[in-house]
């Protein structure tokens, strides 16, 4: 018999042809684009309002039955891999703007819009939404795992760009978090909690955003320089002088060959930084100035200027596709893509080690990072059947996370815990990880909620 | 015999003379600059490491005695008042700075340094802490009620601004969270959690707060307007455009003739805008005229500009003292002060409706805002031992509520709830209010942190 049949006849009585046990459903939803196995769920469904998954979430509470958030299905560490089998929950048919309130820069959404698609439609506002993950990621997804991406150096990540949330908790209860203004002081933080809790503690269904205005003037820029430790040593001193860069982003020359490959980009296989700047003619024009001054003195050369939007959107979307160019060096394997996060001082010390021990151990790794926040990603190729190649991956992965640790950082900057880094919660948090534990069980007695995600097996 | 006995004599083994139960300093420890009644702790303990106040923890939970902690005693809706006895917790000997870390814009700092003192240790350094209350607040209770000011516009709240915590939780354990990494996607937000607890959910030990360089130019001045709306639509316009303001705060003219009063401020008694611009010196231009240009249409006069030092802090201690020069206004009595945040399209309907109903009331009421932030304060002056009087302040501070929630705004943008807002945590939180009394059950099983603040009795 059927796993969880009496919930999955509940759920078809429920949801009609919304509900499906079909093989390339599950399949689908079973799938991830990191190097984690297939995680079948039993069954998926199509939800269409908050009262729908409120339901849903009653009828699986009632029969422990497991439930795994998915719409995208970008992440990178296993969040939306339903490995406790169960449902698949895929939001994508809760993909609308429910309002753009233009005069408070905000805006209300359902959880399955892309950010792509929430920026077409704000186009004709003047506003957007700044959040980049490469991937075009649901909100909702976003929200669930802390995204953030190129411009978090100027904007923040989605910590920082969420006023309230609607979401369904373990029981069926529907809550609202926070409200339209923009601070308060009144309770504790469930916004906040939310956020970055991978589904574990409530299902996200409605999402106020901030929205920035599109700024006057936008200028785009590519550098390179002769060594991967000057490239960082300039972003630096640029971070440290206050410059408010609205992008500025790694790139190592082994991601370079990437996007040679795979983009056609003709650039020199060497460190480059690519480069945003936001703001009035004036202030644009001061900050490149500024930011020129402190690369010349780092050695920087080739400089590229894209002043064109649809320069500015090859070169951003060369950069967003990192982990598909990655693909291009070693066709035929995975991709073990990992991040950290460090303190700014310590960056340059982080990733020259990181790259000098890829090379060390013979692997194949690209890096690419929102160096402005600290923060960089390594992209191995991984052959996941080739044991001895898999066990120097993650030996790699391992000692990097140890670094990012002893350097006073963390053990992803945004891609989250999931399934793969759940080995460091103890490491990272100490004794903190037990009042968070705490905080699941409260919300979670029968741990449906993406069941075997986030915390670590044990007390 | 005493209260809390027990607990008291056993504190007094760990802490010897830093542990009185001496009339003055109870009397101190009870008092605050609200209207609150007089609200003693049995004993007050001055702690002088985060072992030791761990000790203090395990010593109260293990004889059911109630901590309240306490600084410098400015919060506003009695936070620090130990309502339900037991120990005051008094963290001022806990004031040291722990590190500046210039290379990553950090501090760390312990929780009973004033933000005055830190920003004078950080003088040297080019950095600078940009949270503002009016009080010379500390740093640890300004963590934990969630504090803003009048640069929060520009450089975000407490909320926003502080990248790890120390805290002693209630069994007495001792929890980190966060990291000097800029952003995390590493488990439950515990940052978040504590920030605004008041003191409920642990008691916090250690801040790591983000630090801003100093700004190279700096220029402020003050307006004048016909009317607050007028005032208030300028601010909603420059706020929609964009313009980084640092500093944007409206002043009613009751407070104007409270400064004329108090501070010999010789202003004509119309309401203002106090300004401040940061940046460039030609950012600081290009923002300067851009505001005026908005003001004008809204009839701004009056232009006076503070270009030295020395001008512009004159200016904001005036601002900064907006409570003591509101006692200017009727001597003998206290001051219930409120405060509000509502979506920025909504303020000059709230302001106005507010001032309106102060004069219909026949209250004397000022009115300062962080209007930037949607964000407003009015201070009624109030003799508590007049019923009639006391019961027309509590009604149009009801009335204030209800209209900030029927904006889509919140209760309080920077008081926070104390004893004072807790009649509308359920209407403002609905059913989010049980998963809050759910965090404190299982973080404080014993309810021996802060009793009788934040949440609403019952269950």
């Known amino acids: 018999m059927m796993a969880h049949a009496a919930a999955i006849d509940a759920l078809r009585a429920l949801l009609g042809d919304r509900l499906t046990t079909g093989e390339s459903h599950r399949d689908q939803h079973g799938r991830n684009e990191a190097w984690y196995p297939l995680a079948l769920p039993d069954a998926v469904a199509f939800p269409e309002s908050t009262e729908e998954v409120a339901e849903i979430v009653r009828i699986c509470n009632a029969h422990d039955c497991p439930i795994t958030p998915y719409a995208i299905g970008s992440s990178l560490e296993g969040q939306h891999l339903p490995i406790k089998g169960g449902l698949s929950l895929d939001m994508m048919r809760m993909n609308k703007v429910l309002a753009v309130n233009d005069a408070d820069l905000n805006c209300v959404v359902q959880p399955g819009i892309t950010r792509e698609e929430l920026n077409t439609e704000l186009r004709a506002t003047g506003l957007f939404f700044p959040i980049d993950p490469g991937a075009n990621a649901s909100i909702g997804g976003m929200a669930a795992t802390r995204a953030s991406g190129t411009m978090a150096v100027r904007y923040g990540t989605m910590r920082e760009n969420i006023l309230a949330l609607e979401a369904v908790m373990a029981d069926g209860t529907v809550i609202r978090t926070g409200s339209q203004a923009r601070k308060s002081a009144t309770g504790y933080d469930l916004t906040h909690l939310l956020i970055g809790s991978e589904g574990t503690l409530g299902i996200i269904t409605e999402v106020t955003l901030k929205l920035q205005g599109q700024p006057e003037a936008v200028s785009a820029a590519t550098c390179r320089f002769e060594s991967v430790e000057a490239a960082v040593n300039c972003v630096i001193l640029t971070i440290q002088s206050g410059i408010p860069m609205a992008r500025i982003e790694l790139v190592n020359d082994m991601m370079v060959r990437g996007f040679n490959i795979h983009n056609d980009a003709g650039l020199p296989e060497k460190p480059h930084l690519f480069l945003e700047f936001h703001g009035s003619p004036a202030g644009v024009a001061e900050q490149a100035k500024a930011f020129g001054e402190i690369a010349a003195d780092f050695g920087a050369t080739g400089f590229v200027h894209a002043k064109k939007p649809e320069d500015r959107t090859r070169l951003w979307a060369m950069r967003h596709g990192g982990h598909y160019a990655t693909s291009a060096l070693e066709p035929g394997k995975r991709t073990m893509a990992t991040d950290i996060c460090v303190p ?25 990072g929102h160096v402005g926040d600290g923060n960089f990603h390594c992209g191995l190729r991984v052959d996941p059947d080739d044991a001895e190649e898999l066990k120097r991956c993650k030996d790699f992965v391992n000692e990097l996370n140890d670094l990012a640790l002893s350097l006073g950082g963390t053990v992803s900057g945004e891609h989250g815990i999931g399934i793969g880094k759940q080995a460091y919660m103890q490491r990272e948090h100490g004794s903190a990880l037990t009042y968070m534990r705490a905080i699941k069980t409260a919300f979670d007695p029968n741990n449906i909620l993406n069941p075997g995600k986030l915390l670590p097996p044990g007390n």
């Open 344 to 368: 700014i001082s310590k960056l340059a010390e982080a990733v020259v080690r990181a790259e000098d021990r890829t090379r060390a151990l013979g692997l194949t790794c690209t890096i690419v």
